[in-house]
């Protein structure tokens, strides 16, 4: 068994949701935040088959947009340059971490 870590944009986690549970797999959904850009994202926890890893990850990528966001320079440069133009990064479709269970109990 495996446990999958997706983190999407916010936007996409309904979308993502629905696929998932179109495909049979159950997820936990946790309201998370992005270190770098200090927005909040969404997390999909999911315990599966191994077989059914490559369904997740099919089913992320579906569902998950690329986006560009805009940051102040200061987000990315090293040292802190006063009139330096934002910096725009990419964000996404999903991250993921797939990740072995040891064991899994529901009691
Ligand atoms: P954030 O940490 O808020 O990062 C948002 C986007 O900012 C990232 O998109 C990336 O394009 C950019 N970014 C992040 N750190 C950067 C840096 N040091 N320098 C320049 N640009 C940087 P994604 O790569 O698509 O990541 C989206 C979200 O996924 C992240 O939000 C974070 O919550 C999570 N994530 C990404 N990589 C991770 C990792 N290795 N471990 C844990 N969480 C991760």
Redesign the pocket.
């Known amino acids: 068994m495996k446990l999958v870590y997706a ?1 999407v944009h916010s936007d996409d986690a309904y979308a993502v949701n629905k696929g998932l549970s179109s495909a049979g797999i159950r997820a936990t959904k946790l309201a ?8 909040g ?1 969404t997390t999909f926890m999911i315990c599966c088959d191994n077989a059914q890893v490559d369904t997740v990850i099919e089913v992320c990528k579906q569902y998950s947009q690329k986006r560009k ?1 805009t940051v102040p320079a200061s987000a ?1 440069l090293e040292r802190d340059y006063a009139n330096a133009e934002p910096v725009e ?4 479709g999903a ?1 993921i971490f797939v990740t072995d269970i040891e064991r899994f109990e529901q009691v």
Not at 89 to 92: D, E, F, H, K, P
């Open positions: 983190i998370s935040t992005g270190g770098f850009l200090s927005k994202n966001q990315v990064v990419t964000i996404g991250t």
